[in-house]
Structure formats: structure tokens, C-alpha cells
């Protein structure tokens, strides 16, 4: 239990399907982000939100769609996927602090579009 | 944030200390260096993070040399559970933790 829950943890959709991909923490941080990791590959930053603001968003294509209702849960929408956005889709959260500190991951969701 | 090199693989013997080098030869003086590490499949975990100082928690210890170029991570007693890709990330500390990930090292630990 790392107080960091992502769902589904496995998830198959086609290209012109829409579908929700939900993060939610447990730990009260203030800080929460999307990374994308394809086979083969380093995990990538997709979007930042710091108090539920989104506060980066690293080119990512506008078929992912971000959401923050509030600091505990983030969501991300998918429509209109591409084969090559199947990965390893990780949620992540913190607590904004001056000296740095650790980021929680969740398992993940593991996306594959047919 | 400034890049790491790191080696792409290394072996240890179950219960021998590992040491997995970073070198991070452009850090800036406000810049920290953190470890992570991903187990198969699963979310990254993080392990420990220092400026310049040298660190010690339950899971690890980080040296950092004098100059700050370069640490070392420091698995005391290496277990079967340890293998893992192992990163290292170095970046200003404060906001939000965002982590540039490099293809890290992937740590075999042996029987």
C-alpha cells in the first residue's frame, strides 16, 4: 500500500473509444502528476498540478486530458488513442517543500489501445 | 535539470553490499541528487535523497563526493528483493517534485 491508488489497473480500449483513467491519494499532499512509460523507455513527465492547478504540461497531445477536482484525486481522460499510446501510465503525488522530498507512485494502469 | 550517467547494468551477490555509481558532472549548487528505484511493473519508490552531505536510512545510504559530481548509493546487504532499476536524479529541490528520469541501472542481485 504505498497511499497512492490508481484504477484500472489494466485497462484495453479502441481508438475511438472514451475512457478515464483515476488516481486518487491518502497522504494530504499538495502536488500531483502524470508520467507515461512505454516499453523500452524512461518514464516521461506529462502534467504537474500543485494545489490542484495545473502548473505543467510537457507537449502533450490535447487526446489526453487532464483533471484535478481536488488535491486528492486526478484524473486522465483518453479519447481518440493511438496504438503507440499503450504504455504504463503512473500517477504520482507530494508535498510541495523547500528542501525536496520524496514523490509516491501508485502500480499504475497499463493502457493498451487496439 | 542537470543529466546523470549511470551505468545500465550491475550484479551483486545476495547479501553483499551494492554500490551503484552516479556520476552528475554538471549539478548546480542548489541542486540535489535523489535515488528511485522500479521493481518490475510497479511504480517508481524512492530511496533517499542529499545535497551535499552523505545520508543514511533504513533502506540505503548515499555518498557524495566532495565535489559534487559524482555518489554512490550504497545497499548495505542485498537481497533478492532489491533487483530493480535503479535512478538517479538530480534536480533543484523545492515545488513540485518534478523527476527527469534517465534510463537508470538495472541491478540483478543473485543467489
Known amino acids: 500500500e504505498t497511499g497512492v491508488t490508481q484504477t484500472p489497473r489494466h485497462l484495453v480500449m479502441g481508438m475511438t473509444n472514451k475512457k478515464s483513467l483515476k488516481c486518487e491519494q491518502h497522504l494530504g499532499h499538495n502536488a500531483m502528476y502524470w508520467y507515461k512509460q512505454s516499453a523500452k523507455k524512461p518514464l516521461e513527465l506529462m502534467f504537474v498540478?500543485?494545489?490542484?492547478?495545473?502548473?505543467e504540461n510537457n507537449s502533450v497531445p490535447s487526446r489526453f486530458s487532464p483533471e484535478c477536482p481536488n488535491s486528492s484525486h486526478l484524473f486522465l481522460h483518453l479519447h481518440t488513442l493511438q496504438p503507440e499510446d499503450s504504455a504504463l501510465y503512473l500517477c504520482a503525488s507530494s508535498q510541495v517543500a523547500a528542501g525536496g522530498t520524496e514523490a509516491f507512485f501508485g502500480q499504475g494502469t497499463r493502457l493498451t489501445v487496439v | 535539470d542537470a543529466k546523470t550517467t549511470q551505468p545500465p547494468s550491475m550484479d551483486c551477490a545476495e547479501g553483499r553490499a551494492a554500490n551503484l555509481p552516479c556520476n552528475h558532472s554538471t549539478i548546480s549548487g542548489n541542486e540535489y541528487v535523489y535515488w528511485y528505484r522500479q521493481i518490475h511493473s510497479q511504480g517508481p519508490q524512492y530511496i533517499i535523497h542529499g545535497l551535499k552531505n552523505n545520508e543514511t536510512n533504513e533502506m540505503a545510504s548515499l555518498i557524495i563526493t566532495e565535489d559534487r559530481k559524482s555518489s554512490t548509493l550504497i545497499l548495505p546487504h542485498a537481497t533478492l528483493r532489491d533487483t530493480a532499476v535503479y535512478y538517479c536524479i538530480v534536480r533543484v529541490a523545492g515545488g513540485s517534485e518534478k523527476l527527469v528520469f534517465g534510463k537508470g541501472t538495472k541491478l540483478t542481485v543473485n543467489p
Open positions: 498540478y500543485n494545489f490542484k492547478e495545473q502548473t
